[in-house]
Structures are given as C-alpha cells and as structure tokens.
C-alpha cells in the first residue's frame, strides 16, 4: 500500500516510474504462489484460487500471457527451458480493490526463480519482480518499503527499510465500490499522468517527500507521516482529476470517510487516510487506535465493507 | 461565475489577479445600490438588505471598513469630501454559496461615481470596482466577461467578450452546503493558492484555457466549453486541495452532482458542472436541456435547494 506512490512511468516496457515510492507490505492479504517446471508442459498453465472460491484456470487472457512472459524472464535467466505448472492461492476477498498483482508477481518471482535452481540477491529479485508489474518489487523486501526508481533494469529496485516490527501500523481498508483484481486497469490509466499540466510539478516534488516520509517512518512520528501521505495521496489526486481524459475514481464515500478521518485526528486519535488511484480509502493507524477507528468507521455510510492488514514481512519461501 | 477562474493574487493589496478569467454574469441575483453623498454626515452610514429579510445595518465591522475603504478610491478619483449614506438591497437568498461582492462592490463603484458626478470609460469603471473585491470588475460590463490580469491598476481590468443575448445559457446552481454571502474567507483563502506545488502550473497553462474558452464561445460550442470549463474547475480543486494547509471545499454530494452531469452529457444532454473554490456545483446548460436537467436535479441526494440563473447584463444605473 503506497505511503509515497508512484504515478506515472518513465519506461512503460520495464515498469521503471518517475518518481520513487514508499510503501507498506500489507499482510492478512497473501497470496501463495507455486511453480514447478514441467518438461511435460508445452504451455504455461496458470491456476488461480481466488479468496477460497475453488480453484479456476484463469480465462482472463490477459493475466496468464503476463504470467507467462514473466516465466520467460525468468527461464532467460536461469537457462530453464520447460513450461511451468503455477498455481496461484489468494486470501484476497474478491473485489477488494486492492491489487492481487503486487503480491503474485513478487511470490511469483521469488518461487520461479527458486525452483529453477537459482540464488538471487534481494535486490536482483526485486528488480526482476518489477518486470512483472511494477509493484511487485516492493512486495518482496517487507516491512516498509522504499522503491528507488532508478533509470535502469539493475537500479529500478526496491528494499526494506524498516521491518514490519519497527512500527506495527494498521491499515483499515474502507472499501466503498466493487473493483475487479485482476485487472490492469491502472497500469493502462498511468500512461495518462503525463497528460495532466500538474504530473511533472508532482514528480519534481516528490524527492523530498520521500525524504519526510523515511525521516517519519524512523522516528515513528505519526503526525509527521499523516502530514506527508496525506499530501501525497492529494497530489495523486490532483494529477489523476487534470489528465485527459480525467480520472475521476473518488467516489462520494471516499470524501466522506477522508472528512471524518480529519476529525478524528483532530480529535486526537492517530489515523491518516491515504487513498491510492481507485475510491476505496486506507486508514492507517496506530495499534492502540486502531480498534476505536474501525469502530467509528463501521458507523460512516457508504462503506461496504471494511478489512485490517498488519504490516506485513517479506515473500518468503514455504514448505 | 468563473468559466475559467482566478485562483491566487500578484497583488493582494490591489487585487491583481495572476491569471486572467471568463466569467458568466448572473442575472436573477442581483443587487441595487444606492449612494448618496451627504455632508451631514460625518462617517459613511451602509445598509445592506439581504434576502428581502428587512433592511439591517451591516454589523460587520469587516464589510463595513472595507465600503468605506472603496467610497475613498471614489473621492480620491472626484475630489468629493462627503460621507456617503449607502444602501444596498439584494435579491440574493441568504447563504446562497454565491459571493455578494462581486455585484455588491460593482454597483457600488458605478452609483458612487455617478452620484459624485463623474463619467468614467467602462474599462476604468472596471479597474476601480476591481480595488473593492477582485472579482468585482467582471460584473460591471455584462455578458461573457473577460479579466485581463495585467500587470498594475490601470491594465487588470474586465471586458465584455459576448453580450448575454449572445448565447442565452443558464446556470443550475446546486447548493449543498450553506455558506456566509458577506465573509471574505475566499479571499483570505487565496493567499494559500502559492503554497500548492502544482500552483505555478495551473497559472502558466491558463492562457492556453482562455484562448479555448473564447473561441467555445465565440462558436456557441458548447462541448467545447463544457471540456475547458471542467477542466479549469479541476485543476482548481487540484491546487486548493495541494495547499498547505488543504482547502477541502468539496462535499460528497459535490462529487455525486459531477457524476450525475457527465453521465447526463453523455445521454445527450448540454449540461457542463462548474465548481468554484466551495462545496456548491454550477451546472451550466443551453437553454433547451435547462429544464430536464433542472428535472434531474431534483433527484440527486444532498441538493438543499437549486437556484436559477441567466447571463445577465451590465451593471446599470437605475432611475
């Protein structure tokens, strides 16, 4: 979940952004990824058991021909020749409106690479994520993440800088509209930031906000970070609202719930909304406030639903 | 009612704009002011008629100074001595979201130059009703009206682009929330406008709106129009929501009234929303589509009221 987000690619093809990002590992969401390369494949078969609804074989073209691109990756680099068997298991209620891409291309990533008998450095294997969707590398370190955006393949990485026990935040996802997952819907609607006349003013500014926010997050100023990923979800906002075509996403909830969020705060609970391109609302909060906040959001209308993450560790391998 | 509006000031003490404007001028709201130069009296002695809710002597020492303030612009201009008895008497609703400035310091310059027997060119007219309340100048010739910025007194000045009989749009004002007709909180807001990032920006493509705004009028385009006068409401509400502190302004149904108008507009209907710096959504139509529109309005949740309004004419003597 993107504290300081990214908006706008510089290289489309390699998913290399304009500007940096910091962001959030959320756990509670996982996805468990498996590959085995099978000499008796003669394509990539791709499953998906999305949030415990029985396994599909993914229809939706689109998702098995990146996955199966994102194998190529991996077999270039790794000498592999055969086809894969994936299966991909999400905990992910449909339509959350959080995307399942970030976390499958990491477990992705991470699994392919290791079943093909392969040793990367964490760096390496996040900057592999990235060319599987651009997120992705910062669901591979943990914690909090930063994603430096680099100007090539080597140096578009991500890594931790902090772990998820440095400040065990909250996340309250308000969720206010049904998105589907699986949909590059926003990958296709960043190729519009730089039509915005406010897109190149958002990515200059964004060095020092990343600097506040690292500044926030080592010293577990809550104040401090609200300010600042508040600010940034505003000039997200901005820009998406000024491209052309405009990108209107906000629902009439999202204003609402970033209204009451304000009060609250003011009121001397520690909460920030941050709300990434789409209308559903992130509530960040402390772990003694977080109970009172999820309590005082069960009461906003035009929440459908509400669902809490943890800050969450790294990929990691199971079994 | 700003087509394309002035967010931030060159020169606040002068009200100098640091972009130029378009604006609709609103019939059906109007305001008639009276000013009678009388040496009898020793302090200028303001009544303000708000609403046909009975006369009352402003109480607001703010409006009060800020009268007396511009009737001596007046007697510095006409070598006039007196105190003037002013009254002002408008059929503006109470809390209507709609600033009585603009006309209220436009009427006042032209009776108090009149009354002070001087014969001003429009254009000076303009500039001098501009030092009472910025927007002022645009309600003095009528019509669509343009705000050339300039660079001192004498070149920020208002002119009519198109008279009213031009193109006879009208102007659905939804009020969503009551707000204070006489406080000069936009003003004061204002002064945050350079504190956005994205300010310089807004201010340097404006010439670039304007010209589009011209020529949509010019050719009675409303299509055109809609998109150039939606655009600069957004790009507004990128910049007051990138301030520091953020101007929220917006309520949800600010958001609910936007979704309505362009799902309308794409039904069919000539239909554009305009919002200024405030919660209240103008929807701006061609005379044919008003009423259906109007129609649809009433149905849209969080609407307290719906007000209409015309282009109107210039700032007229009476009697």
């Known amino acids: 979940m993107g ?6 690619m510089a290289d489309l093809s390699r998913n290399i952004p304009t500007n940096g990002s910091i962001s959030l590992t959320l756990s509670t969401l996982e996805v468990t990824t498996t590959v085995q390369w099978r000499v008796d494949l003669t394509r990539d078969r791709i499953m998906i058991n999305e949030g415990n609804s029985g396994y599909t074989t993914v229809s939706e073209q689109r998702i098995v021909q990146r996955i199966s691109a994102h194998l190529d990756h991996v077999r270039r680099l790794s000498g592999q020749s055969s086809r894969a068997f994936v299966e991909v298991q999400s905990t992910f209620p449909p339509r959350l409106g959080v995307s399942l891409q970030a976390p499958l291309f990491a477990s992705l990533t991470v699994a392919a690479v290791k079943a093909a008998g392969q040793e990367l450095p964490i760096r390496d294997l996040t900057a592999l994520a990235r060319l599987g969707a651009g997120p992705a590398c910062q669901s591979v370190p943990g914690g909090f993440v930063e994603w430096h955006h ?4 080597e140096t578009s990485y991500a890594e931790s800088i902090a772990p998820a026990e440095h400040w ?3 996340d309250l996802i308000a969720i206010v509209s049904g998105m589907g997952q699986l949909t590059d819907t926003l990958e296709h609607d960043q190729r519009l930031a730089p039509t915005s006349p406010l897109y190149a003013m958002r990515t200059q500014s964004a060095e020092a906000r990343l600097a506040e926010c690292r500044q926030a997050i080592q010293n577990r100023d809550f104040d401090h970070l609200a300010d600042i990923v508040e600010m940034d979800s505003r000039l997200v906002r901005a820009v998406t609202l000024t491209s052309e075509p405009p990108l209107y996403y906000w629902a009439p ?3 609402t719930i970033i209204d009451r969020v304000r009060a609250w705060r003011m009121a001397g609970l520690q909460v920030a909304y941050c709300v990434a391109p789409g209308p559903n609302a992130h ?18 209308p035009g929440i459908l639903d509400i669902k809490r993450a943890k800050v969450g560790g790294p990929t990691r391998l199971v079994g």
């Open 253 to 255: 909830s999202t204003l």
């Open 283 to 300: 509530c960040i909060c402390t772990p003694e406030d977080a109970d009172l906040v999820e309590t005082q959001l069960q009461s906003v």
């Open 168 to 170: 065990p935040l909250v």
């Open 150 to 153: 680099g100007d090539s393949h």
């Open 3 to 8: 504290l300081i987000q990214t908006w706008g």
